[in-house]
């Protein structure tokens, strides 16, 4: 491990100190409404990703 990366290693304090400042920020009915857009962006994603790489398996043959 390269050690200007051990800065940004993430561990357990700092998952909870993000954690705590995302609940202060947007409170805790929000929260699974961001979960919620977040899910669905992430299922896009991998569907446009999946649909590219069918697309270029078609072009190749």
């Given at each position: 491990?390269?050690?200007?990366?051990?800065?940004?290693?993430?561990?357990?304090?700092?998952?909870?100190?993000?954690?705590?400042?995302v609940l202060l920020l947007f409170g805790g009915k929000?929260?699974?409404?961001?979960?919620?857009?977040?899910?669905?962006?992430?299922?896009?994603?991998?569907?446009?990703?999946?649909?590219?790489?069918?697309?270029?398996?078609?072009?190749?043959?």
């Amino acid at each position: 491990m390269n050690t200007y990366m051990i800065p940004l290693a993430i561990g357990a304090p700092q998952i909870i100190l993000i954690v705590v400042v995302v609940l202060l920020l947007f409170g805790g009915k929000k929260i699974p409404e961001l979960m919620k857009g977040l899910g669905g962006g992430i299922k896009e994603f991998k569907k446009a990703s999946q649909e590219e790489t069918k697309d270029s398996e078609e072009k190749k043959d």
